[in-house]
């Protein structure tokens, strides 16, 4: 089967969206995206290895900024508005006079340039971009791009999700969310930089209603690549995040068979309300097993 095919019916997301959006519309903006993200990304790797990597300023919300981000901002800001001058972009560096009105956009990008700036300071390595389409409260088209690994996730939800290597061009293969095995350990994703009592009794009450759990500890939105790819189950969230933070990832995952799931039970939606703060969420692999729907119900401590 071709990779993200022009030509696509049947149910999900894709199929419930206006007609202005279709499949064919949203794949022709995968290879510009994949420059446009190569290019910040050689911009911020280039940050990442030269000295003053760890210099910084904290914005109001006590978070880091760092050149790189901001770097990162101007060549995405720029590559967007050339693509579509009609789109507003919903970016986490972006000015309070650019998001005036922001409520009332339906068809947006969100877009963190550079998440994980802890961990880029921290010389971990664990740093994406983040690139979503938003349309009618859902992301309908996602990009997560690892720029040390010149790798990129992307999604579309109801068709197929791939990932994308930089070689000698950009060289693609499917990914898929793994489903449960019984008797396999339970792989937990979660944030060395978050940690508190109710990720704890998360984690025990997957050990006793499923068994043997490994927790495996990853930042930025590194942790949806991972399950979109075959390499978990499941990463919960306790701790603050914003919307950039979770569209771009929850397209990859969707496209490749998973969820992410407010406690509510329902996919998380954007724009809202006034906060761009997320939700508490759980984003899974195997959807469909009934295992969720069991921790759902559960009331957290």
Same mark, same amino acid.
């Given at each position: 089967?071709?990779?993200?095919?022009?030509?696509? !019916? +049947?149910?999900? #997301?894709?199929?419930?969206?206006?007609?202005?959006?279709?499949?064919?519309?949203?794949?022709?903006?995968?290879? @510009?995206?994949?420059?446009?993200?190569?290019?910040? +990304?050689?911009? #911020?790797?280039?940050?990442?290895?030269?000295?003053?990597?760890?210099?910084?300023?904290?914005?109001?919300?006590?978070?880091?900024?760092? $050149?790189?981000?901001?770097? !990162?901002?101007? #060549?995405?800001?720029?590559?967007?508005?050339?693509?579509?001058?009609?789109?507003?972009?919903?970016?986490?560096?972006?000015?309070?006079?650019?998001?005036?009105?922001?409520?009332?956009?339906?068809?947006?990008?969100?877009?963190?340039?550079?998440?994980?700036?802890?961990?880029?300071? +921290?010389?971990?390595?664990?740093?994406?971009?983040?690139?979503?389409?938003?349309?009618?409260?859902?992301?309908?088209?996602?990009?997560?791009?690892? @720029?040390? $690994?010149?790798?990129?996730?992307? +999604?579309?939800?109801?068709?197929?999700?791939?990932?994308?290597?930089?070689?000698?061009?950009?060289?693609? $293969?499917?990914?898929?969310?793994?489903?449960?095995?019984?008797?396999?350990?339970?792989?937990?994703?979660?944030?060395?930089?978050?940690?508190? @009592?109710?990720?704890? *009794?998360?984690?025990?009450?997957?050990?006793?209603?499923?068994?043997?759990?490994?927790?495996?500890?990853?930042?930025?939105?590194?942790?949806?690549? $991972?399950?979109?790819?075959? *390499?978990?189950?499941?990463?919960?969230?306790? !701790?603050?995040?914003?919307?950039?933070?979770?569209?771009? *990832?929850?397209?990859?995952?969707?496209?490749?068979?998973?969820?992410?799931?407010?406690?509510?039970?329902?996919?998380?939606?954007?724009?809202?309300?006034?906060?761009?703060?997320?939700?508490?969420?759980?984003?899974?692999?195997?959807?469909?097993?009934?295992?969720?729907?069991?921790?759902?119900?559960?009331?957290?401590?």
């Amino acid at each position: 089967m071709p990779l993200f095919p022009v030509c696509f !019916s +049947g149910g999900g #997301i894709v199929a419930q969206m206006q007609t202005y959006v279709t499949t064919r519309d949203l794949a022709t903006l995968i290879d @510009p995206l994949l420059g446009l993200c190569l290019e910040a +990304g050689e911009a #911020i790797c280039r940050h990442y290895h030269a000295p003053g990597t760890t210099d910084y300023e904290m914005k109001g919300d006590d978070s880091p900024l760092t $050149q790189a981000d901001l770097e !990162s901002h101007d #060549i995405l800001e720029e590559g967007l508005r050339a693509l579509d001058p009609s789109l507003p972009i919903l970016s986490e560096e972006s000015t309070e006079e650019a998001l005036a009105g922001r409520r009332d956009w339906r068809r947006y990008w969100l877009v963190d340039p550079l998440d994980g700036t802890k961990e880029f300071i +921290g010389g971990t390595g664990e740093f994406t971009i983040n690139i979503a389409l938003v349309d009618d409260h859902a992301p309908v088209l996602g990009v997560l791009y690892i @720029p040390l $690994q010149r790798r990129a996730y992307v +999604g579309i939800p109801g068709v197929q999700a791939c990932c994308y290597s930089r070689e000698r061009g950009w060289q693609a $293969q499917p990914l898929a969310a793994r489903p449960l095995e019984q008797g396999r350990p339970l792989v937990v994703h979660a944030s060395r930089r978050h940690v508190g @009592p109710r990720l704890q *009794g998360c984690l025990e009450w997957l050990g006793e209603h499923w068994g043997p759990v490994t927790r495996r500890n990853s930042g930025s939105a590194l942790k949806f690549c $991972q399950l979109a790819e075959g *390499g978990g189950d499941f990463y919960p969230r306790f !701790s603050p995040c914003c919307e950039w933070d979770t569209a771009a *990832g929850q397209a990859v995952l969707e496209a490749a068979g998973g969820a992410i799931l407010g406690m509510d039970g329902r996919p998380l939606r954007y724009n809202c309300r006034d906060s761009l703060l997320s939700p508490h969420f759980y984003a899974i692999a195997d959807r469909g097993h009934p295992l969720w729907q069991q921790l759902l119900r559960r009331r957290p401590g």
